[in-house]
């Protein structure tokens, strides 16, 4: 979003009424003092010492608002406070993914499929598609229009609220998992590489066994992560544990190891991928309020269907990095033959 700003400054010839702090994100109007800052949520409790240089905030937009969980928008409309001569508002910008989603659920009740606007009291939806936006490519829009999935099309090209039939997991809730990292006493971790197209994905869990539960715990999801970049993320979420890598980059592995990660690889092999996907539908699976990637992915990932629309049992190679890191994480639960014998590098 920063980037997107400042392009725009510079695009409109504007860059010299405005200072750009490239360092600690935020851009203040040379004219008037009055500043746009740039924050994430990965802890919402850092929100609640955030002020402007001049004023009090008055808006506050959220891009990708369906990766933000409840809890945290509750707290940034805790932020719009004070006396000021503007309306306060916030805005929440995303593609609309299910209609399970929280956003769904708090705001939409009154809307259509076919509806382009909404407004009622001090609250409007605006609905734009692929076709109100002038900068796409013609490959970006032919990609859009010859979309076959259903549940894609329907997103990403129509623009509407999406319901999957052929979820592959129905096993899943999302609950406050703070106790249960109190008392956890053991963790299992698991870790799919990824950078420019798919995101490297981190995921630490806690297994119940007699319960057949699964918590998770915490996850990292993010593109343009380098190895070592990655070791610091992964060092910071589970200090010396060991954890279970995708075994198709031994180079990435190696590298962790050389960094003082105790990685491990996978060991995969003839259907690994619904063998574990088959192991992990018999479990129970608590997902924490602050993991919203991994509870997008159990969301949206999903079985191919024939062109009459039935299950075929093959996954689609869609929102699947956490999962996919979730799976080689219990490959020793999943098929006891292989279980891990670990010796941790102090």
């Not at 010839?13 to 500043?35: E, G, P």
């Not at 009154?110 to 936006?133: G, P, R």
């Not at 829009?141 to 010859?146: D, R």
């Amino acid at each position: 979003m920063f980037n997107e700003i400042t392009k725009a400054i510079d695009a409109m010839n504007l860059l010299h009424l405005f200072k750009i702090n490239r360092s600690d994100l935020y851009i203040t109007c040379i004219a008037n003092d009055m500043q746009i800052l740039f924050l994430g949520l990965d802890d919402p409790e850092k929100i609640k010492s955030v002020t402007p240089k001049k004023g009090i905030i008055t808006a506050i937009w959220c891009e990708e608002a369906t990766e933000m969980e409840y809890t945290a928008f509750k707290q940034l409309d805790k932020r719009l406070r004070g006396e000021s001569s503007v309306q306060k508002r916030i805005i929440l910008s995303f593609n609309p993914v299910l209609k399970s989603h929280w956003i769904f659920q708090e705001f939409f009740k009154m809307w259509q499929e076919d509806d382009t606007y909404l407004s009622y009291d001090d609250f409007s939806i605006i609905k734009t598609t692929y076709k109100d936006n002038k900068f796409l490519a013609p490959d970006d829009i032919k990609a859009l229009e010859n979309e076959t999935d259903k549940y894609y099309h329907d997103v990403y090209t129509l623009g509407n609220w999406g319901i999957l039939g052929s979820v592959i997991f129905k096993n899943y809730s999302q609950q406050d998992c703070r106790e249960i990292i109190k008392v956890a006493d053991k963790f299992k971790n698991g870790c799919d590489f990824g950078f420019s197209n798919d995101p490297a994905a981190v995921i630490r869990t806690y297994y119940d066994k007699t319960r057949k539960t699964i918590y998770i715990l915490d996850e990292y999801y993010k593109t343009d992560t380098t190895n070592d970049k990655l070791a610091t993320i992964i060092k910071k979420m589970i200090g010396f544990e060991y954890i279970i890598c995708d075994s198709s980059e031994p180079k990435s592995i190696k590298e962790l190891k050389n960094i003082g990660i105790n990685a491990l690889p996978a060991k995969k092999g003839k259907d690994s991928i619904n063998h574990g996907i088959q192991w992990l539908q018999q479990q129970k699976i608590i997902i924490h309020t602050t993991c919203t990637n991994s509870l997008n992915e159990f969301q949206q990932y999903k079985w191919k269907e024939d062109k009459f629309g039935n299950a075929l049992p093959v996954p689609v190679d869609k929102f699947n990095h956490l999962i996919d890191a979730l799976r080689y994480t219990y490959e020793d639960e999943s098929t006891p033959s292989r279980r891990i014998i670990v010796k941790a590098n102090i």
